[in-house]
C-alpha cells in the first residue's frame, strides 16, 4: 500500500482523472481530485448568477459555498449543499467558466487550505493518497515524494475529452473539445497565482501513445521506487 502522497499534474484529457482513480484503487490510497474542488465553487458562481470574471463576487461566494467531496476512489462523491453534482460539475458551463474563477487568489487560498485539511486526514486514516489537479506538486504538496507530470497532443487530448463527453451523454465534437481545452490551458497556464507547469522535481510522462494500462504500470512502478 502507498505511503504519503503521489502528486500528479497536468492540462486536461491527459487521462489524469482515470489514472488516479485507478492508481489509488491499485495502492488501497484515498483520492482527492481538486480539480472538482474549482468545478463545484464555480457551479455556485454560476447558481448564484455571479459573474465568474467578478473577483470579489466570486471570492464571497467560494468562501459560503457548502461542500463535501469523498476521497474513496471508487466513488469519489461531489455534493454542493446535500446535492450531488457529480454530473454537472463536468457540464459546458462549468468547463467554461472553471478558469477565470480558479484564478481568483482569495479562492485559491481557500481551496488550497481545505485540500491540505482533506490529504492530511486521508493520510492519518489510511496512510496513501492519489492527488490530481494542477499545482499539486508546484504549491498544495511540494514535499511530495512522487511528482508526476502527464503530458499528451493537443489531439489526442481533444479526442479523449470528447468521447468522455459522449460517453456521458453530453453533446461533443473533436473540433470543440479542441477549442475548449486549449483555451482552458491557455488560461490555466498564464495565470499570475500558482499557473499549471511542471514543478521542477516531477517525472514527465507523454500518455498519447500509452493506454490507461500503460500508463498504470508505469506510474505503480514509480510509486513503488520512490514509496
Ligand atoms: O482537472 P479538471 O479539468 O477537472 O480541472 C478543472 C479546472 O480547475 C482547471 O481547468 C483549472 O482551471 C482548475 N484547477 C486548478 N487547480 C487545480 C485543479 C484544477 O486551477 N489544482
Redesign the pocket.
Known amino acids: 500500500a502507498l505511503r504519503g502522497v503521489v502528486a500528479l499534474d497536468g492540462p486536461?484529457g491527459t487521462g489524469?482523472?482515470t489514472v488516479a482513480r485507478k492508481l489509488a484503487g491499485l495502492l488501497s490510497a484515498g483520492y482527492l481530485?481538486?480539480?472538482?474542488m474549482?468545478?463545484v465553487v464555480t457551479l455556485a458562481v454560476l447558481r448564484a448568477g455571479a459573474d465568474p470574471q467578478d473577483a470579489e463576487a466570486v471570492a464571497a461566494l467560494a468562501r459560503a459555498a457548502e461542500f463535501t467531496l469523498g476521497t474513496d476512489p471508487s466513488a469519489p462523491s461531489v455534493r454542493l449543499a446535500g446535492e450531488d453534482v457529480a454530473a454537472e460539475i463536468r457540464g459546458a458551463e462549468v468547463n467554461h467558466a472553471?478558469?477565470p474563477v480558479?484564478a481568483v487568489p482569495q479562492v485559491r487560498e481557500l481551496l488550497v487550505a481545505r485540500q491540505r485539511e482533506i490529504i492530511a486526514a486521508v493520510l492519518a486514516e489510511v496512510g496513501g493518497i492519489v492527488v490530481?489537479?494542477?499545482?499539486?506538486g508546484t504549491v498544495?504538496v511540494p514535499g511530495s515524494p512522487l511528482k508526476v507530470y502527464l503530458t499528451a497532443d493537443p489531439a489526442v487530448r481533444a479526442a479523449r475529452r470528447s468521447a468522455q463527453d459522449t460517453a456521458a451523454g453530453r453533446q461533443s465534437s473533436e473540433a470543440e473539445a479542441l477549442a475548449s481545452v486549449g483555451r482552458?490551458d491557455r488560461?490555466?497556464s498564464t495565470r499570475a497565482t500558482?499557473p499549471l507547469k511542471p514543478a521542477d522535481d516531477a517525472v514527465h510522462l507523454d500518455t498519447s501513445e500509452l493506454s490507461v494500462d500503460q500508463v498504470l504500470t508505469a506510474l505503480s512502478e514509480l510509486a513503488g521506487q520512490r514509496g
Do not use: F, M, N, P
Open positions: 486536461s489524469k482523472t481530485d481538486t480539480g472538482a474549482y468545478r472553471v478558469s480558479s490530481e489537479g494542477r499545482d499539486i498544495v482552458r488560461l490555466d500558482s
